[in-house]
C-alpha cells in the first residue's frame, strides 16, 4: 500500500518529512509549552503530516474534472487497496488525537469533517486527485476506529461539543458538497452494465433462431438494445434482409419488414395465402390469436399484396391487442406489427354510438362512421369511441361522454 502511494505520488517522502518536521515540530512545542508530555501530541503531527502528504498532494490520477464526485456505494469500501490504506492512514489519527486531547467524541466527529473536507478538496482542485464517497466512508472508519481503541471514560462537555460540532459542521459540509459537487456514480454504470449482461444471457441464440426463420441467410448489419418497461428490453436488429424489433426476455416479436418491399406473382389463391398468413400467426404469436377475428384485405395496384388483419373484440369493444400480417401473391410474409396487450379490465360502455357522433357533430359540424375500442386515457384503459370527421378522428370517452384525447 505505501509503495503504491509513492508510485502515484512521485514526491511522497520529501514533502511527508518537510510536513512532519512542521506539524511534528509544532505539536511538540505546544506540548512543551503546555507542560504535557510530548510523546502522542508529536506523533499526532506526524500522522496528521501523513494523511495529509497522501491525500492532497498532486497525483497523476483522477478524474481530470474539478467539481464531480463518484457516489458509488458504502457497501464495497473495503475491498481495495486504496480503501485500507485510508483506514490505517486515519486510525492512527483518532487514536493520537484521543491520546492527546481526551475529547473522544468531538474527536471523532472533527476527524469525520476532515475526511469531508479532504474529498470536497479533491473534488474542486485540479491536481489529479478524484472525490469518491468510497473514500470518504474508509477514512471515517478508520477514524473511528482508533478513537474507539484510545477511548477513555466519557465527559458530558465532551459529547456537548461532539454533538454542537456535527451540527454546524455537518450543515456546512452538506451545503458545500450540495452547491459545490456534482454527483458522479462512476459504480453504477459499471453494476448496470453488468446487470444488463446478466439479463440479456441467450438472447442472442434466440434472435439468430428468429431471423433463420424470418429472413433465411441475413446477415446482422447492426444491433441496439433500449429499455422498453421495467422488466423488458426492446432489441431493434438491422440486417441485409430485413430488420426485425423484438422484446427480451418475453420473447415478443414486435415488428419485422423485409428489405424486398414489393409483392412477387404467384398462383396461391386467397383461400391458401390465409392459411399461410394464419399458419405464421399461430407459430409467432399464438397468445393474440385466441379468440381474434381474422380478416383478409388487397392492397396495391401492380402485384396483390394481401393483409391479414387479427383483431380481438368483447361484447363488440374492440380490444388493444393488435397483428398485421402481410402476404405476397407467393406465400411469402413481407412483414407483420404486433402489439401484444393482454385484454385490460375496464367499465361497460354507456354513450351509444349515436350519442357519440351527436357530441362530435356538435362540436365539428360533421362526423362519419364511429368505432368502439379500448384506449388509454391518461394512463387507465377505458371504452373510446373513435369518431371520424373530415381532418381527423375524435375520441369520445364511451363512459362519461367527454371528448378526450388518448394516451
Known amino acids: 500500500m505505501i509503495e503504491a502511494s509513492i508510485k502515484a505520488v512521485p514526491d511522497l517522502i520529501p514533502w511527508f518529512l518537510l510536513l512532519a518536521t512542521l506539524l511534528g515540530g509544532g505539536m511538540l512545542l505546544a506540548a512543551r509549552l503546555a507542560g504535557k508530555p510530548a510523546g502522542w501530541p508529536l506523533s499526532l503531527g506526524v500522522f496528521t503530516a501523513a494523511a495529509i502528504a497522501v491525500t492532497l498532494l498532486p497525483s497523476g490520477g483522477g478524474a481530470g474534472v474539478s467539481g464531480f464526485c463518484d457516489t458509488g456505494s458504502l457497501l464495497p469500501a473495503l475491498t481495495s487497496v486504496s480503501a485500507w490504506l485510508n483506514v490505517l492512514l486515519f486510525a492512527p489519527l483518532g487514536y493520537c488525537a484521543t491520546k492527546t486531547f481526551n ?8 476527524l469525520g469533517l476532515a475526511s469531508a473536507g479532504v474529498e470536497l478538496i479533491q473534488a474542486e482542485g485540479d491536481f489529479g486527485r478524484s472525490c469518491s464517497v468510497t473514500d470518504l466512508a474508509a477514512n471515517s472508519l478508520g477514524a473511528l476506529l ?19 460540532t456535527a451540527l454546524a459542521g455537518g450543515a456546512l459540509v452538506t451545503a458545500a458538497f450540495a452547491y459545490g459537487i ?3 456514480d462512476a459504480v453504477a454504470p459499471q453494476q448496470r452494465a453488468e446487470r444488463h449482461a446478466k439479463a440479456m444471457e441467450g438472447s442472442d441464440a434466440w434472435i439468430a433462431h428468429v431471423l433463420e426463420e424470418i429472413f433465411p441467410g441475413s446477415e446482422i448489419q447492426q444491433q441496439k438494445e433500449e429499455r422498453y418497461t421495467d422488466t423488458q428490453v426492446k432489441v431493434t436488429v438491422t440486417t441485409d434482409k430485413g430488420h426485425l424489433i423484438a422484446t427480451w426476455p418475453n420473447k415478443q416479436l414486435l415488428q419485422a419488414w423485409s428489405s424486398q418491399m414489393h409483392s412477387e406473382p404467384g398462383g396461391l389463391t386467397q383461400k391458401e395465402i390465409r392459411k399461410k398468413g394464419e399458419a405464421f400467426a399461430q407459430h409467432w404469436f399464438p397468445a393474440s390469436l385466441k379468440g381474434s377475428d381474422v380478416s383478409l384485405d388487397i392492397i396495391g395496384d401492380e402485384e396483390p399484396l394481401y393483409q391479414l388483419t387479427f383483431r380481438r373484440y368483447r361484447d363488440g369493444l374492440m380490444m388493444p391487442m393488435r397483428l398485421d400480417i402481410s402476404v405476397t401473391g407467393a406465400g411469402r410474409v413481407m412483414g407483420f406489427t404486433h402489439r401484444p396487450v393482454s385484454d385490460p379490465v375496464m367499465p361497460a360502455p354507456e354513450v351509444t354510438e349515436e350519442e357519440a357522433r351527436a357530441i362530435v357533430r356538435d362540436a365539428h359540424g360533421e ?7 379500448a384506449q ?32
Open 376 to 407: 388509454q386515457v391518461k394512463g387507465s384503459w377505458t371504452p373510446v369511441w373513435m369518431v371520424g370527421t373530415k381532418n381527423s378522428d375524435v375520441f369520445v370517452d364511451a363512459v362519461t361522454g367527454k371528448v378526450v384525447t388518448v394516451d
Open 367 to 373: 362526423e362519419s362512421a364511429a368505432v368502439l375500442l
Open 146 to 164: 482508533g478513537v474507539v481503541l484510545a477511548w477513555r471514560r466519557p465527559r458530558f462537555k465532551d459529547s456537548l461539543w461532539a454533538a454542537g
Open 103 to 110: 475529547r473522544p467524541a468531538t474527536i471523532a466527529i472533527l
Open 182 to 184: 456534482t454527483p458522479d
